[in-house]
């Protein structure tokens, strides 16, 4: 029975090699190189596993006992080695996949003996074969899908992923199946493969958590990386609305130009005859008609007015937006985006939630050299503790409006505060460093986003 069970695992770790040999072949490789090159090497790591597995079945290193771990660690570690003795180099991607395919058979066996009768679960046979089946199982499927493996979205995936994301969960799944081998192991020094189980314990735990806070890392670099994302989607959306009423405004201009001389012999012709009531007539009649600006506010700064133009458009009827003062010029566009947006947004969905007409107050001016953004509006939502939540019932994708806020005006020395009495909230933003004097006229702002139009 010894010689059978010897044989049979001698067997089950040739499949799980050739399985792990193949799967590299694959993922490295493409099938773009002749695995007959490799022959030589093969063969003679098939000859190494098979005196290795020989060694540790019949457990020829008994009188080795201050070593048995380290000869535990190399057992597990055998179809690492042997793979990069034939390949010479591996990728990240492929030690990946490699430790997954031995790591997998391991662990679905583990699973099914647990549902095993206790009898069977004894019986080191039953063991070893079952361990066999499952890892043939796994070879038949890796030969079934070869043809159905999109290589390409690998190669993209495994570009995405970084080295040392590979390299966590290569050492993860690496302590895993050292576990699970470990355990599974009979041997008669119990100290020793306690000892060693928790130290692999220690370290699959100091990995995992590293994982854990990268994960938490990512996900929160891609959120605020998603946020930004949103805001310049924005910036460039009020900056195209902004040269898209601009030229809407020159086409009219432009019109209105091609007509100028016939309108000027028209008067002509009326003043030769003193028909002078008729020339005034005609006169608010051409003033009617001359070209205005499309936006419905005039800030000072062509970024605001667009902004504020674009929330009141987009708003509901009932909801009204009034701007009183002025803005400068030197607030950064994508900042003033940032702040002008959010707290414009903020207003509408505190607004949204009223019935009947409501005004919002946007005032911006210069208060003891100070720039101040104040802005009103009418709210159901209380103030708790000083603390403003969103509204929104998706509270995980929303409420970062005021955080955003605060993000850009630690350019500018900035603080934010709020507060709420008798249902109306206000928004106060204040900004240091800005220059005091009269911002560039709106023609100016024109003027300058015509040149960088041209």
Not at 24 to 47: C, D, E, F, G, W
Not at 91 to 106: D, G, R, V
Not at 128 to 134: D, G, T
Not at 376 to 404: A, C, E, Q, R
Request: aromatic content about 12%.
């Amino acid at each position: 029975m010894s010689m059978l069970s010897t044989a049979l695992e001698a067997i089950s770790d040739f499949c799980l090699l050739i399985t792990i040999i193949y799967t590299v072949y694959i993922i490295q490789y493409n099938l773009l190189m002749p695995l007959s090159s490799y022959k030589v090497r093969i063969i003679t790591a098939l000859v190494i596993l098979c005196f290795v597995s020989i060694f540790f079945s019949q457990n020829f290193f008994k009188r080795l006992a201050y070593l048995e771990w380290l000869l535990i660690i190399l057992n597990f570690s055998k179809y690492i080695l042997l793979t990069a003795f034939i390949y010479k180099k591996l990728l990240p991607k492929s030690i990946m996949f490699m430790i997954i395919i031995q790591f997998m058979p391991t662990t679905v066996t583990t699973g099914l003996l647990t549902l095993a009768p206790e009898k069977l679960v004894d019986y080191r046979l039953f063991n070893i074969i079952l361990l066999f089946a499952v890892r043939l199982i796994v070879f038949a499927g890796i030969i079934l899908i070869k043809n159905k493996i999109d290589y390409s979205s690998i190669q993209t995936l495994a570009s995405v992923i970084p080295n040392y994301v590979y390299f966590l969960i290569i050492l993860v799944l690496f302590l895993s199946e050292g576990l699970n081998q470990t355990s599974n192991y009979i041997t008669s020094n119990i100290e020793q493969k306690i000892e060693l189980i928790k130290i692999l314990s220690s370290l699959q735990t100091i990995c995992t958590t590293v994982i854990i806070l990268s994960l938490l890392f990512n996900v929160i670099s891609k959120k605020y990386q998603s946020d930004i994302n949103t805001v310049l989607e924005k910036q460039i959306a009020t900056q195209l609305y902004h040269y898209e009423q601009l030229e809407k405004m020159n086409a009219e201009t432009r019109r209105f130009k091609h007509d100028y001389i016939n309108h000027m012999k028209c008067i002509s012709y009326m003043a030769l005859n003193q028909e002078y009531d008729n020339i005034l007539n005609y006169i608010g009649k051409l003033s009617a008609a001359f070209p205005t600006s499309s936006f419905l506010f005039e800030t000072g700064n062509y970024i605001a007015d667009a902004i504020l133009t674009e929330k009141q458009v987009s708003s509901p009827d009932n909801i009204s937006i009034q701007f009183d003062g002025v803005i400068p010029t030197d607030i950064d566009n994508t900042d003033l985006c940032i702040i002008l947006s959010n707290a414009v947004d903020n207003a509408v969905e505190a607004c949204c939630l009223l019935g009947g007409d409501k005004i919002i107050n946007v005032y911006g001016g210069f208060k003891h050299g100070y720039f101040v953004f104040k802005i009103k509006n009418p709210t159901v939502n209380t103030n708790l503790n000083g603390k403003i939540t969103t509204t929104k019932s998706d509270k995980i994708n929303h409420g970062f409006g005021l955080d955003n806020i605060k993000r850009a005006l630690k350019k500018y020395d900035g603080y934010l505060s709020t507060s709420c009495e008798d249902n109306v909230f206000t928004l106060n933003i204040t900004f240091s460093g800005l220059s005091d004097l009269p911002p560039k006229t709106r023609e100016n702002n024109s003027a300058e986003a015509e040149k960088v139009e041209k």
